[in-house]
């Protein structure tokens, strides 16, 4: 079993930054990979990042790379997403999961999930 608890969400203004934690507890982390998610009003949970806790392997949706960082800190049991130039479409509740594959992007593939943590950007 893992837990998985969000924090970092906020309402910010267009072109800033916001900072999102997971803390993760349970089972070894090192086991698995960790994924961000997010999920907009009326629309489906859609991939953000993932990273791997044993080497730090990343992956990044197209539409987030450049502006959101995905990053682990193996003693503190807890992976951040630093979102920057963040934009009023970024607005979703973001969700931290976890899996024992790493490269998976599809909600369903994921075991563990946070209960999320909302993100709103205003224009």
């Known amino acids: 079993q893992v837990q998985l608890i969000e924090s970092g969400g906020g309402l910010v203004q267009a072109g800033g930054s916001l900072r999102l934690s997971c803390a993760a507890s349970?089972?070894?982390?090192?086991?698995?990979?960790m994924g961000w998610f997010r999920q907009a009003p009326v629309k489906e949970r859609e991939f953000v990042a993932a990273i791997s806790w044993r080497v730090g392997s990343t992956l990044y949706a197209n539409s987030v790379k450049g502006r959101f960082t995905i990053s682990r800190d193996v003693a503190k049991n807890t992976v951040y997403l630093q979102k920057n130039s963040l934009q009023p479409e970024d607005t979703a509740v973001y969700y931290c999961?976890?899996?024992?594959?790493?490269?998976?992007?599809?909600?369903?593939?994921?075991?563990?999930w946070g209960q999320g943590t909302q993100v709103t950007v205003s224009s």
């Open positions: 349970g089972r070894t982390a090192s086991e698995y990979a």
């Open positions: 999961a976890a899996d024992q594959r790493w490269g998976r992007v599809a909600p369903y593939e994921y075991h563990y």
